[in-house]
């Protein structure tokens, strides 16, 4: 089993969409979450860090429960810029290097 | 600017070459990590480096991957007799207080 599991992909949706994206992690340790877009033939970039009480940026809302292991990222009112990979991430525990532990992506195409 | 310079971003080798991606930390961090991406995939941890020391090694790192960071800031990721199964995007990423800086990666197409 993957440490960092994401919905299978592509979405296909049309402009205006509302789109939901899934993530499970297994290190119950883990304490930092994140959520990343990667552009094709480019580096992750940070779309936006995950917390226990959920954020919000813009169109973007990101939800973390912890007793389930989940975290979710939903795009409203979708863009044609929003087309990306978009990547859940987990942060290793600082015992155990801290690293990044990064789910397959789950690629997203918007359409006119 | 990412924080990371990687060099070189783009290398072609043949199968059994050897090959050599650099990671510039633009300022002074501990935490100096690698990653591989292979297409369809997120980032796989290779490495990291707690200032020159290398702390922890994935199973992926086989004996033909080598990494250096000899003075604490830059770091060399080797990969001797390349093979096809090789040919990755190769990021490095740095650790500040409250950010990580990704380098644009350096890709590796092995022929």
Redesign the interface.
């Given at each position: 089993r993957k440490e960092?599991e994401q919905d299978p992909g592509p979405f296909n949706v049309p402009e205006g969409a509302t789109v939901a994206f899934n993530c499970t992690y297994s290190n119950s340790a883990s304490q930092s979450f994140f959520w990343y877009r990667q552009d094709c033939?480019?580096?992750?970039?940070?779309l936006m860090s995950v917390y226990s009480s959920g954020n919000e940026d813009g169109r973007f809302t990101a939800q973390l429960n912890r007793a389930s292991q989940y975290i979710s990222l939903l795009i409203r009112d979708s863009k044609l810029s929003d087309s990306a990979t978009y990547?859940c991430?987990v942060r290793a525990p600082p015992g155990q290097?801290?690293?990044?532990?990064?789910?397959?992506?789950t690629e997203l195409s918007v359409k006119p | 600017d990412?924080g990371v310079s990687q060099n070189p971003r783009h290398k072609i080798t043949k199968r059994g070459q050897n090959v050599t991606f650099r990671c510039d930390p633009i300022s002074e961090h501990n935490?100096l990590?690698w990653?591989r991406q292979t297409l369809?995939?997120?980032?796989?941890?290779l490495t990291?480096f707690q200032n020159e020391a290398q702390?922890?090694k994935s199973r992926l790192l086989s004996d033909r991957f080598s990494a250096e960071r000899p003075k604490g800031s830059f770091s060399t990721l080797e990969i001797q007799r390349t093979e096809q199964g090789d040919s990755a995007?190769y990021?490095c990423?740095i650790?500040g207080e409250n950010?990580?800086y990704?380098?644009?990666?350096s890709?590796l197409t092995v022929v």
């Amino acid at each position: 089993r993957k440490e960092v599991e994401q919905d299978p992909g592509p979405f296909n949706v049309p402009e205006g969409a509302t789109v939901a994206f899934n993530c499970t992690y297994s290190n119950s340790a883990s304490q930092s979450f994140f959520w990343y877009r990667q552009d094709c033939r480019k580096e992750p970039k940070l779309l936006m860090s995950v917390y226990s009480s959920g954020n919000e940026d813009g169109r973007f809302t990101a939800q973390l429960n912890r007793a389930s292991q989940y975290i979710s990222l939903l795009i409203r009112d979708s863009k044609l810029s929003d087309s990306a990979t978009y990547l859940c991430v987990v942060r290793a525990p600082p015992g155990q290097g801290g690293k990044l532990i990064f789910g397959q992506g789950t690629e997203l195409s918007v359409k006119p | 600017d990412t924080g990371v310079s990687q060099n070189p971003r783009h290398k072609i080798t043949k199968r059994g070459q050897n090959v050599t991606f650099r990671c510039d930390p633009i300022s002074e961090h501990n935490r100096l990590y690698w990653y591989r991406q292979t297409l369809g995939q997120g980032p796989e941890f290779l490495t990291y480096f707690q200032n020159e020391a290398q702390l922890e090694k994935s199973r992926l790192l086989s004996d033909r991957f080598s990494a250096e960071r000899p003075k604490g800031s830059f770091s060399t990721l080797e990969i001797q007799r390349t093979e096809q199964g090789d040919s990755a995007m190769y990021l490095c990423t740095i650790r500040g207080e409250n950010t990580i800086y990704f380098g644009e990666g350096s890709w590796l197409t092995v022929v």
